[in-house]
C-alpha cells in the first residue's frame, strides 16, 4: 500500500448526514483516520435514510453507505460529563474536528473552538452550517433545497415554463462539504509551517454562490439579469440540447469554427452567410429560429450516429444518458472512480472513491462504511479506559 497523504492524521467527525460526512469522506479517502463520534442511541441520521426500508432498520441505510466508508465509529453522549470527558482526552490526539451543528451548539455543550484550543492549540476545528457562525440569518436551520432558494441556484434552473426549479441532486451540501475539505487540507498546510490550528467557518451559502460563475459576473459586472433557458447554453448557439431521430444529444457549437463545420456536416451551409445567424451575438438572439432549422437535419439520425459524426469534426457532442447508463460508460469504468467493497450484512457496495488520481500517493477505499458504535471499544481503549469503566459507561448509556 503507498504511504498516503494524510496518513498519520486523525479526524474527529461530529458530522450528520451529508455536508459534513461528505467532507470527512474525502480527508478518510486520503488516509485520514476519520472517527464518527455519533450519538448511543442511533447515531448519524442518515443511518436511517435510504430506499431499502431494512438497511434502514439495520442503520445502515443508503444515504449513510454513500459517504460514510472508510471511518471508525464510535458512540460518546457528549451531554454527559463523562461523555465530555472521554471527548476532550480524544481532542489531545486529534488534528482535526469537522461538526455541522447549528452555530450555538457546540458552545452550549461547552465544546466550542476555544475551549478545545486550549487542550490542543494545533487543532484545526472546522463548522460547516447553512449561513456560518454568525450574521442575521447565522441560527436559522438550513436544508440543500432551501440553500437553493436562497443563493439564486434555483432561479435560473429551468425555462419560462419551469422555474424555479431545484437541480435534481443535493449541490449545496455536497459543495459545502468539498469546500469545508478543502479548507481543511489548506489549514494541515499552514500548521504544517506554523505549528498553530485554527478555526474554519463555512457556509453552505457562501460554498455554492462562487459556483454561480459568469451567471453572477454577467449581473454584478455587466448588469446583465439572468434568463432562465432550460438546456440551452446562454453564451452561444447553437449549445445545447437538441432532438435527434432516436431521442436528444448536447451539442455545444461555442466557437465561429464549430459554428461553421456543424453547418457543413448537418448539410446547411447556406447559414454559414446568413445574416441572422452569421455572427455569434445575433445567433444567440436568434436561437429560437436557428433551433428548428438544426433540429430538421439532426432528426433525419440517431444520437450514437451524430455523436460519432459531429465529434469526428471538432463539434464537442455528446449523449444525453440515464444515470444508470452513465455510471456504466466505459469512460468511468476505465477511470475506476467507482470501487467495489464489502459490507457484512450488506453484501457488495460499489462505492465512488477519490475523484483525483495522484501518482504517488493514491486515494484508497479500504474499509465499509462502520456499523454503530463497531470501533468504540477499540478507540476508548487506546485512550486507557479499562474492560470495567467501558461497562460501566455502557451500563448509563455515555457509548
Not at 472521554?86 to 474536528?97: E, M, S, W
Not at 485554527?198 to 449581473?219: E, K
Request: charged share 25%.
Amino acid at each position: 500500500m503507498s504511504k498516503q497523504i494524510l496518513s498519520g492524521v486523525r479526524v474527529l467527525d461530529l458530522t450528520n448526514v451529508l455536508s459534513g460526512p461528505f467532507a470527512t469522506l474525502h480527508l478518510a479517502l486520503l488516509g485520514a483516520e476519520v472517527i464518527k463520534i455519533e450519538n448511543p442511541k442511533d447515531g448519524d441520521l442518515a443511518r436511517k435514510l435510504g430506499v431499502k426500508p431494512d438497511f434502514n432498520d439495520q442503520l445502515m441505510g443508503t444515504s449513510f453507505l454513500a459517504q460514510n466508508a472508510n471511518k471508525k465509529s464510535v458512540t460518546l453522549n457528549t451531554k454527559t460529563q463523562e461523555g465530555k470527558e472521554i471527548f476532550k482526552k480524544l481532542v489531545k490526539t486529534a488534528d482535526v474536528l469537522v461538526e455541522n451543528f447549528r452555530p450555538d451548539v457546540m458552545t452550549r455543550l461547552g465544546l466550542g473552538y476555544k475551549t478545545l484550543a486550549e487542550i490542543n492549540p494545533r487543532l484545526v476545528y472546522c463548522s460547516i452550517s447553512g449561513f456560518g457562525q454568525t450574521g442575521p440569518d447565522a441560527l436559522k436551520p438550513a436544508y440543500d433545497q432551501i440553500i437553493q432558494g436562497l443563493s439564486g441556484v434555483m432561479a435560473i434552473n429551468g425555462d419560462e415554463r419551469l422555474n424555479p426549479l431545484r437541480a435534481g441532486f443535493p449541490v449545496c451540501d455536497t459543495v459545502g462539504g468539498l469546500n469545508a475539505a478543502f479548507a481543511v487540507m489548506a489549514a494541515l498546510y499552514h500548521r504544517e509551517r506554523s505549528g498553530k490550528g485554527q478555526l474554519i467557518d463555512v457556509a453552505m451559502l457562501d460554498s455554492i454562490m462562487p459556483l454561480l460563475g459568469w451567471v453572477a459576473a454577467n449581473l454584478l459586472i455587466a448588469g446583465q439579469q439572468p434568463v432562465p433557458m432550460g438546456n440551452d447554453n446562454f453564451t452561444a448557439a447553437p449549445s445545447g440540447s437538441f432532438k435527434t431521430k432516436d431521442g436528444y444529444i448536447n451539442i455545444a457549437a461555442n466557437k465561429q469554427e464549430q459554428w461553421e463545420s456543424l453547418c457543413d456536416m448537418l448539410g446547411i451551409p447556406a447559414l454559414k452567410k446568413d445574416p441572422l445567424f452569421e455572427k455569434r451575438d445575433t445567433r444567440k438572439k436568434n436561437r429560437k429560429l436557428l433551433t428548428p432549422l438544426v433540429e430538421e437535419k439532426l432528426m433525419q439520425r440517431p444520437t450514437a450516429e451524430w455523436v460519432e459524426i459531429l465529434n469526428a469534426g471538432d463539434v464537442p457532442s455528446g449523449a444525453i444518458l440515464s444515470l444508470e447508463d452513465a455510471l456504466n460508460q466505459p469512460q468511468v469504468r476505465h477511470r475506476a472512480i467507482l470501487k467495489d467493497i464489502d459490507s457484512e450484512g450488506i453484501g457488495t457496495l460499489k462505492l465512488f472513491g477519490l475523484a483525483a488520481q495522484f501518482s504517488d500517493t493514491p486515494g484508497e477505499l479500504n474499509a465499509p462504511p462502520p456499523r454503530l458504535s463497531a470501533h468504540t471499544e477499540e478507540v476508548l481503549t487506546d485512550l486507557g479506559v479499562t474492560k470495567e469503566e467501558l461497562a460501566s459507561l455502557k451500563a448509563k448509556k455515555v457509548i
